[in-house]
C-alpha cells in the first residue's frame, strides 16, 4: 500500500457492515484515483474492524459498495458508522436546509452492471411524478473528497451523444455542500446511456475539508422518472482532526399552518469535530401575522430541538409566495463551535375553511328564480359548523339558503350548498352588481366569494280570485287561489251542477233557480310584488237544462188621486 501511495495511487479499502452493526469487510480491493480497480482479493468472513479504524493515510478513502444488504432494502443510516462510530455517511436531508434529493437509496441486484459485485442503489422515485432521480446524504466528519459511480439501468441502447434528451440517455451531476448547506463543488455532468452499466465516474474535490453533505441528481426535466443508480460512493478520511463545529437540518424547509392549530418541525444538530455544548436558537424576520414560534429545548445540548409554531384562529391567511424568517443557531461554548449557523423557512397560513361559488360567478336573473351552488371546504382540524350569508345584492332581489349552515355531514370535507336567487317579476332591468357570499365561524376570521348578478326578469301577472259573486247560485265557500304547481299557468274555472264542496273549485245553482247564473269577479291582476284591481266579467253562462219561463206583465196602475182634487172633466 505504500509503494502504491507513492506512486500516486489511492488506496480503497472496502468494507460491509454486518447484521450485529459492526463492520465486516466483505473484499478488499486496490484503486486508481479514477476509479479503476487493480485487483480484488476476496478476504472471506475474517474480521479486520480494528485494522479499517485505524487506516489514516492522506490517500485512503472509504467506499460503500451497497452488497451487504439484500435487494429492496431501503438505504438511510446502515452505513453511519462505517470506518468508526460516526465515521461513515447518512442517507437523507442535507443540512442547512438545501434542497434535498428526493429518493433513499434502495439496493436492487444488477449482475453484470454493477462497478464492483452484484449489487447497486436505485435512487429512482417511483411514487415521485415528473422528478428526477436523485439522493442525497450527511457527513458527521468534513471531508475533501466524495466520488461515485453512475449509470442507468435497463436494456442495453445506442450510446447517446453528450446532453443526449432521449429516453435512453440521462446526464447526472454530483454536487457538495458544505455545514450551511452552500454548494461548495460540482462535478462535470456526466451522459449515462441506459443499459451501460454503472460505470460513469462523478467526483469533487475541495481545498480544505469543507464538505458535509452531498447531492446526486438527473436532469430536472428531460431526464425526470429515470432509472439512476449508483455504486462505490467513496470519500477521503482526514488526516487530522477537524475543529468543533456544527450543523442545522430541518425536517422541512416549508410549513403550512391552519388557522387555530399548530405544526413542529424538528431541526437536527449535526456534531462536527467533537461538538459539544448549548446552542442558542433563533427566528430572525417576520412571521406572518397571528403566528408565534417557539424552540424546545433553547439553548439545545443535544442532536435536536423542536420549533414549534402556532397561528391563531383569526390569523390571516397567507397567498402567493409564503413569506420566509430565518433559523440561527449560535454556539454558546467553543467546544460546541465557533460560527453560527442559519437556514431559511418558509411559513404559511391556510383557511380552516373556505367557500367558492361553483361553475360561473356571472348570474343572470332572466329565469327570475335561480340556483346557485356554493361549495365550502373544511381543513381536517376545522370541525364546523359554518353560517352563510350573503350581501350586496341589488334592491329587490330576495336570496335563502339550503341549508343555512354546512355541518359536513360524516366527517365530510366539502358540502356544498345551494344558493336560490328571486329577481322581482317587473320587466324592468336590474343593473348588475356584484354581491358577497360571507362564511363565518367565530373566532375564526371569515372567507368570502363573490359572484356579479343582474338582469331583466320579464312581467308576469298573478289572477288571483279575490271575491266572487253569484246571482241565482250559491257562493263558494272559499277564493280560488293560483295553482303553486303550476305559476305561469292561468287558472280555469267551470261550473258543476253539484253542491259546493269545501277545498274544490265548484259552485252549483239553486233547484228553484229558473234564471241563468252570472258570476261577477273582481280580479287581481297582480305582479309578483304590488298589484292593480279591477272589476271584470269572467263568464256569463246559463245552466243546461233549464227553461226560462216568461214572467208574468202587471196591469197597468193608474197612479192614485191627490184627496181634495177632481178629474177634469169636458166642458159640455
Known amino acids: ?18 447484521a450485529s452493526g459492526g463492520v465486516t469487510p466483505t473484499r478488499a480491493g486496490f484503486q486508481l484515483r479514477h476509479g479503476f480497480p487493480l485487483a480484488t482479493p476476496v478476504l ?7 485494522f479499517m479504524f485505524g487506516v489514516r493515510s492522506a490517500g485512503a478513502d472509504t467506499t460503500v459498495d451497497f452488497e451487504q444488504f439484500a ?26 436546509g438545501a434542497a434535498s434529493g428526493i429518493a433513499n437509496p434502495v439496493i436492487e441486484s444488477a449482475l453484470g452492471q454493477a462497478q464492483s459485485g452484484s449489487q447497486v442503489a436505485n435512487i429512482f422515485c417511483a411514487g415521485c411524478e ?18 461515485v459511480y453512475v449509470g442507468m439501468l435497463g436494456s442495453s441502447a445506442p450510446m447517446c451523444a453528450d446532453g443526449g434528451t432521449a429516453s435512453t440517455c440521462a446526464v447526472v451531476t454530483l454536487l457538495a455542500f458544505d455545514s450551511s448547506g452552500n454548494q461548495v463543488a460540482a462535478s462535470a455532468p456526466a451522459t449515462v446511456t441506459q443499459g451501460a452499466g ?6 469533487v474535490l475541495t481545498p480544505s475539508a469543507t464538505i458535509v453533505g452531498f447531492k446526486i441528481t438527473a436532469r430536472d426535466g428531460p431526464d425526470d422518472q429515470k432509472p439512476i443508480a449508483i455504486d462505490d460512493l467513496s470519500f477521503d478520511v482526514p488526516s487530522a482532526p477537524p475543529p468543533p463545529d456544527f450543523t442545522l437540518t430541518p425536517a422541512s424547509t416549508e410549513v403550512n399552518l391552519v388557522q387555530g392549530s399548530s405544526a413542529t418541525d424538528v431541526v437536527a444538530i449535526g456534531r462536527l469535530g467533537g461538538s459539544s455544548g448549548g446552542i442558542g436558537l433563533a427566528v430572525a424576520g417576520a412571521l406572518p401575522a397571528g403566528v408565534h414560534a417557539q424552540f424546545a429545548p433553547d439553548p439545545a445540548g443535544g442532536s435536536q430541538s423542536t420549533l414549534t409554531l402556532a397561528a391563531d384562529p383569526n390569523a390571516p391567511p397567507t397567498t402567493g409566495v409564503h413569506p420566509t424568517v430565518t433559523i440561527t443557531g449560535t454556539p454558546l461554548a467553543p467546544s460546541a463551535g465557533t460560527t453560527a449557523r442559519s437556514f431559511t423557512l418558509s411559513v404559511g397560513v391556510q383557511p380552516a375553511f ?17 340556483s346557485v351552488r356554493v361549495e365550502v371546504t373544511r381543513a381536517l382540524s376545522f370541525a364546523g359548523p359554518v353560517s352563510l350569508s350573503v350581501t350586496g345584492l341589488p334592491p329587490g332581489v330576495r336570496a335563502s339558503f339550503a341549508p343555512a349552515q354546512a355541518t359536513f355531514p360524516n366527517g365530510a370535507g366539502t358540502e356544498t350548498i345551494t344558493l336560490t336567487l328571486t329577481a322581482p317579476a317587473t320587466g324592468f332591468t336590474v343593473r348588475r352588481r356584484t354581491a358577497t357570499i360571507h362564511a363565518t365561524a367565530p373566532p ?11 338582469g331583466t326578469c320579464p312581467l308576469q301577472f298573478d289572477p288571483q280570485i279575490t271575491s266572487m259573486q253569484i246571482t241565482q247560485g250559491t257562493q263558494l265557500p272559499f277564493l280560488p287561489s293560483r295553482d303553486p304547481a303550476q305559476p305561469g299557468s292561468p287558472i280555469s274555472y267551470s261550473t258543476i251542477e253539484k253542491a259546493a264542496q269545501p277545498g274544490t273549485l265548484q259552485a252549483s245553482r239553486s233547484p228553484r233557480c229558473s234564471m241563468g247564473l252570472r258570476k261577477l269577479v273582481p280580479v287581481t291582476a297582480s305582479r309578483f310584488r304590488g298589484a292593480r284591481s279591477c272589476r271584470r266579467i269572467v263568464r256569463r253562462s246559463w245552466f243546461p237544462g233549464l227553461t226560462r219561463r216568461p214572467r208574468p206583465r202587471r196591469a197597468a196602475t193608474p197612479p192614485p188621486m191627490s184627496s181634495g182634487c177632481r178629474p177634469r172633466g169636458r166642458r159640455g
Do not use: E, K, W
Request: net charge positive; charged share 10%.
Open 354 to 370: 373556505d367557500v367558492r361559488v361553483q361553475g360561473s360567478t356571472d348570474i343572470s336573473l332572466s329565469s327570475c328564480r335561480v
Open 198 to 203: 454503472i460505470h460513469t465516474l462523478l467526483s
Open 44 to 50: 472471506g468472513n475474517v474480521t479486520l474492524s480494528r
Open 130 to 147: 415528473l422528478q428526477p432521480s436523485s439522493t442525497s446524504g450527511a457527513f458527521s466528519v468534513p471531508r475533501s473528497r466524495v466520488s
Open 71 to 96: 435487494p429492496g432494502t431501503v438505504i438511510t443510516n446502515q452505513y453511519a458508522d462505517l470506518g468508526g462510530p460516526g465515521q461513515g455517511v447518512v442517507f437523507g436531508p442535507l443540512p442547512g
Open 1 to 18: 500500500m505504500a509503494g502504491l501511495a507513492g506512486l500516486g495511487v489511492g488506496v480503497a479499502l472496502v468494507v460491509g457492515v454486518s
Open 444 to 454: 375564526f376570521g371569515d372567507r368570502t366569494a363573490t359572484f356579479a348578478v343582474g
